[in-house]
């Protein structure tokens, strides 16, 4: 069974983690392998002797005396944190099954929540653009949510004010078991909002499978097929077959961010939605996650508060 065999594999402990990552001498080894899987090149002059400055963790290219700092120009620079900090964020992030809200993080990083929550923003960005580019294709199942807003007292159903609509949909096999997961904010639900979020996010000539849903036409602009399923019971549709894991995905993912984030600003819900789908798309092999994570925060440029606070536009 798929479900047993993301639940019981082993990730990686704590105890792994610290064999790995445990000193601040580890993490560097282990960043300059993300940095240079193929040993020091020099970002000046190419060259390939160096030495390493140990008080200052520079790295001197001998050809031409430049100094290069492990962090410059990543995702990690402009921060006072140490790589051990940066690296066991990465490990919750990426190991824990919900997520992590940031006073969590900065509890266990020792951090405030203010540095937490920089840090998980962070690493959350790296997650969305490595993962903004890649289209779902073949048979895709789709459904409408809405994230947030008022609990009690608001409209219910579709279109409640004050809520974030999004779209999730799964790639699947022709069984319907789940490949990859993409969950994106929608301006709303109107033709035109499912149009650009299709021609942005799914292949040509895919198959999408919706409730029936009429805005989820507009895959059609995309040139992909639609196949509303309705069933007798309504056209919402959690009971048929059909729409078994995009429902299950889509109920863990409101249960996670419910229950791990009190409220999730509007404006970020496009990272919160990468951190999910980044940990749901390589939920086989959670150990690896670790290291493939950090392999692409060395080649994310560096993010300023500034921008970090402002809303981010999921492409
Ligand atoms: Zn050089």
Same mark, same amino acid.
């Given at each position: 069974?798929?479900?047993?065999?993301?639940?019981?594999?082993?990730?990686?402990?704590?105890?792994?983690?610290?064999?790995?990552?445990?000193?601040?001498?580890?993490?560097?080894?282990?960043?300059?392998?993300?940095?240079?899987? *193929?040993?020091?090149?020099? %970002?000046?002059?190419?060259?390939?002797?160096?030495?390493?400055?140990?008080?200052?963790?520079?790295?001197?290219?001998?050809?031409?005396?430049?100094?290069?700092?492990?962090?410059?120009?990543?995702?990690?620079?402009?921060? +006072?944190?140490?790589?051990?900090?940066?690296?066991?964020?990465?490990?919750?992030?990426?190991?824990?099954?919900?997520?992590?809200?940031?006073?969590?993080?900065?509890?266990?990083?020792?951090?405030?929540?203010?540095?937490?929550?920089?840090?998980?923003? +962070?690493?959350?960005?790296?997650?969305?653009?490595?993962?903004? *580019?890649?289209?779902?294709?073949?048979?895709?199942?789709?459904?409408?949510?809405?994230?947030?807003?008022?609990?009690?007292?608001?409209?219910?159903?579709?279109?409640?004010?004050?809520?974030?609509?999004?779209?999730?949909?799964?790639?699947?096999?022709?069984?319907?078991?789940?490949?990859?997961? +993409?969950?994106?904010?929608?301006?709303?639900?109107?033709?035109?909002?499912?149009?650009?979020?299709?021609?942005?996010?799914?292949?040509?000539?895919?198959?999408?499978?919706?409730? *029936?849903?009429?805005?989820?036409?507009?895959?059609?602009?995309?040139?992909?097929?639609?196949? %509303?399923?309705?069933?007798?019971?309504?056209?919402?549709?959690?009971?048929? %077959?059909?729409? +078994?894991?995009?429902?299950?995905?889509?109920?863990?993912?409101?249960?996670?961010?419910?229950?791990?984030?009190?409220?999730?600003?509007?404006?970020?819900?496009?990272?919160?939605?990468?951190?999910?789908?980044?940990?749901?798309?390589?939920?086989?092999?959670?150990?690896?996650?670790?290291?493939?994570?950090?392999?692409?925060?060395?080649?994310? %440029?560096?993010?300023?508060?500034?921008?970090?606070?402002?809303?981010?536009?999921?492409?």
């Amino acid at each position: 069974m798929a479900r047993n065999k993301v639940q019981f594999q082993k990730g990686l402990s704590e105890a792994g983690f610290d064999d790995l990552y445990g000193t601040e001498e580890r993490c560097r080894d282990a960043v300059f392998g993300w940095r240079w899987p *193929g040993g020091f090149v020099c %970002p000046v002059c190419g060259g390939r002797e160096h030495s390493l400055l140990r008080t200052r963790a520079l790295y001197q290219c001998t050809a031409c005396r430049r100094q290069t700092s492990l962090i410059a120009g990543t995702i990690f620079a402009s921060s +006072k944190l140490a790589l051990r900090t940066w690296l066991r964020a990465i490990y919750h992030l990426t190991q824990s099954k919900g997520g992590i809200s940031s006073i969590e993080l900065g509890r266990r990083l020792g951090v405030t929540q203010t540095t937490a929550w920089k840090v998980k923003h +962070k690493l959350m960005q790296v997650m969305m653009e490595r993962d903004a *580019g890649k289209r779902l294709s073949g048979r895709i199942e789709i459904d409408d949510a809405y994230l947030g807003g008022e609990r009690n007292g608001g409209k219910r159903g579709r279109g409640a004010a004050g809520k974030t609509p999004i779209v999730a949909a799964v790639e699947t096999t022709p069984e319907g078991k789940p490949i990859r997961l +993409k969950l994106r904010r929608v301006k709303g639900f109107r033709r035109t909002d499912i149009v650009s979020m299709a021609k942005r996010n799914f292949e040509p000539a895919s198959i999408v499978l919706s409730d *029936g849903l009429r805005c989820f036409n507009g895959v059609l602009d995309a040139g992909c097929t639609h196949q %509303p399923i309705i069933t007798r019971s309504g056209r919402r549709a959690a009971l048929n %077959p059909a729409f +078994k894991w995009v429902n299950t995905a889509l109920g863990n993912i409101k249960n996670a961010i419910t229950g791990t984030y009190r409220a999730i600003r509007a404006k970020h819900t496009p990272r919160y939605l990468a951190e999910f789908e980044y940990r749901f798309n390589r939920r086989y092999d959670l150990a690896a996650m670790m290291p493939r994570l950090g392999h692409v925060a060395i080649r994310t %440029p560096p993010m300023p508060y500034r921008l970090l606070k402002l809303a981010e536009n999921h492409t």
